[in-house]
Every structure is written in structure tokens, then in C-alpha cells.
């Protein structure tokens, strides 16, 4: 009974996520194959760590439904990967 429940609280849930973020990833790579950047393995690894949690944390908070939970691992990857970019870039500061 609790293992069962343990499945479906918390692994499920973060099973999803994983899914969620992983068809972002996927979305990611094959912008970057096209543009023929170089891809960084550890970074997208990160992501889906991420993914997985957010997806483990929103099936807790909501009770999981399951739709939610992979939603949230994809929106969450993709709110992540533009914080990242906007600290990552170089700011140019203009001088009056």
C-alpha cells in the first residue's frame, strides 16, 4: 500500500515531468542541429533533472493529474532555459 502510493505520488509524477522536459529537449536539439551549434550534453542532462522535479513537485501540490505534470516539465524546462539566457548574455552597458 505504500509503495503503491509512493508510485503514484511521487514517482509518476516525476516520470512525466521527465517526459515533458525531454519533448522540450528534444525541440532544443533539433534547433540547434539546424543552426549547427554545439551541443552542451551536461546542460540538457541538468534540464531534465529539473524537468523531472518540477513535474515531481506539481504532482504533489495538485494532486496529480497526470496532463499537468508533463506540462509543467515542459513549460517549466522552457521558463528555466530563458532565465538562464538572460543572465547567461553579455550585457552592453551605454555610457551618457
Not at 551549434?37 to 495538485?62: E, P
Amino acid at each position: 500500500m505504500v509503495a503503491e502510493t509512493v508510485i503514484q505520488q511521487l514517482i509518476l509524477p516525476a516520470a512525466l515531468g521527465l517526459v515533458g522536459g525531454a519533448v522540450r529537449g528534444v525541440v532544443g536539439l533539433i534547433k540547434a542541429m539546424s543552426l549547427k551549434r554545439r551541443i552542451i550534453w551536461s546542460y540538457y542532462l541538468i534540464t531534465l533533472l529539473i524537468a523531472m522535479i518540477i513535474g515531481m513537485f506539481v504532482g504533489l501540490i495538485f494532486s496529480f493529474d497526470y496532463r499537468l505534470a508533463a506540462l509543467a516539465g515542459y513549460a517549466g524546462t522552457d521558463i528555466l532555459e530563458g532565465i538562464y539566457k538572460t543572465f547567461k548574455t553579455d550585457k552592453i552597458y551605454v555610457k551618457k
